[in-house]
């Protein structure tokens, strides 16, 4: 069975910030005071930047978005993160921007090879904008991002 995530996670009101252009973005509540946009394929869209540069080591962070998360973070943390996989093995990507820099990456973690000793990119991210694994295997199981495995399918089961 597969899992695929495009995501930007941030707390709710810089989301509700981010998505006021946004037509077809939706906030889905995570926990931790988190939420997320999934990055369908029309919020790709509606993002993409023509002419401009795509960021390296991303699948789907659209031409220029990296520039509007990184003005967004002027009031908060926000993430952009990536899974992918397929039986068991699979990659992943993200970055964090703070004060309207990167902070934390792009971290990348390709298929078959080991995370590091700080965790997997998504969930030292999600550390980076302060959730607590706890009882948790790590940060990504704290706020169950495993809970559905498409990006798509989080639309479906918002709230």
């Keep these: 069975m597969g899992y695929c995530l495009h995501a930007v996670v941030a707390t709710h009101p810089l989301l509700s910030k981010l998505v006021v252009d946004i037509d077809d973005a939706h906030i889905v509540p995570l926990g931790q005071h988190l939420s997320l946009i999934p990055v369908t394929d029309a919020v790709f869209d509606a993002v993409t930047i023509t002419d401009a540069p795509l960021p390296t080591g991303f699948w789907k962070l659209p031409a220029g978005f990296d520039r509007k998360l990184a003005a967004c973070s002027t009031d908060g943390p926000v993430a952009y993160i990536e899974a992918e996989y397929f039986g068991g093995t699979g990659s992943q990507n993200a970055q964090v921007w703070d004060a309207g820099h990167g902070a934390l990456g792009p971290l990348h973690l390709a298929e078959n090879q080991p995370a590091s000793p700080d965790g997997s990119p998504i969930s030292q991210a999600l550390r980076r904008l302060g959730v607590d694994k ?26």
């Design 134 to 159: 706890g009882d948790h295997y790590d940060e990504f199981d704290a706020v169950r991002l495993n809970r559905h495995r498409d990006t798509d399918d989080w639309l479906d089961h918002r709230g």
